[in-house]
């Protein structure tokens, strides 16, 4: 089986910085994603990682470390719009698991 | 090109009854997973097709069950519906999928079949 852990929920003032961490225990890891997913709507594609490092997309970076079992996701120069559900999700041989999801508010 | 359709968007039904979920990928996915979205459970793999055979399987009761059709098209059934299964079901739709080594096996999900069982 697989264990996902993240923060419940986080809140963040528009223009910073959040970082989003998930620790994970699996078994065949292949890949680690994350997904952003607003109220009502479906989750959307964020990133992966499968080799350790950094992983920049605009104003998202996602890094990983296997040895660690340790991701986090950094959304930088936050807007109104960033406010959602941030899930992560890891890939291993029982195919695709999600952690609870992390809750970001932006405030003005 | 279409994203991934679900039918129905809502519906209710109450205890006992039994309820089917169609899913219907984008052209050219041959992989379609299912998943559980409740508020305090966050999303909880139910399964997962690819060529229309069960890949993988989530930890849930046996009234779940899916199957996948020749056109990649899926439906999931859950039967004898209780009060907790109540929550909103999403497929998502992949190439390869979430199993796949040789691609980032990105899923895409459509917008959720969202269950009430009264």
């Known amino acids: 089986g697989q264990n996902i852990d993240q923060p419940t929920e986080m809140t963040a003032t528009e223009g910073a910085i959040v970082q989003i961490n998930c620790t994970y225990q699996?078994?065949?890891?292949?890949?680690l994603f994350w997904y952003q997913q607003h109220a009502g709507e479906a989750p959307t594609f964020l990133s992966y990682n499968v080799l350790d490092g950094l992983e920049e997309k605009g104003r998202f970076s996602s890094f990983l470390s296997r040895s660690k079992g340790y991701s986090y996701l950094l959304l930088k120069e936050l807007q109104m719009k960033d406010s959602a559900s941030y899930l992560c999700?890891?890939?291993?041989?029982?195919?695709?698991?999600f952690g609870a999801g992390t809750t970001v508010t932006v405030r003005a | 090109k279409a994203g991934v359709t679900q039918t129905p968007r809502y519906l209710i039904k109450t205890r006992g009854q039994q309820v089917t979920l169609s899913c219907s990928p984008i052209s050219g996915h041959r992989s379609v997973s299912w998943y559980q979205q409740t508020p305090g459970q966050g999303l909880q793999f139910l399964f997962e097709?690819?060529?229309?055979?069960?890949?993988n399987k989530g930890n849930f009761p046996g009234r779940f069950s899916g199957r996948q059709f020749s056109n990649s098209r899926s439906e999931m059934n859950v039967s004898t519906l209780e009060l907790g299964d109540s929550a909103l079901y999403l497929c998502?739709?992949?190439?390869?999928?979430?199993?796949?080594?040789?691609?980032?096996?990105?899923?895409?999900f459509g917008e959720g079949s969202r269950l009430t069982v009264l």
């Open positions: 998502a739709s992949s190439l390869e999928g979430t199993s796949g080594a040789s691609n980032t096996g990105e899923l895409f």
């Open positions: 097709y690819f060529s229309e055979t069960q890949r």
């Open positions: 699996t078994s065949g890891f292949n890949g």
């Open positions: 999700a890891v890939r291993s041989l029982w195919g695709l698991s």
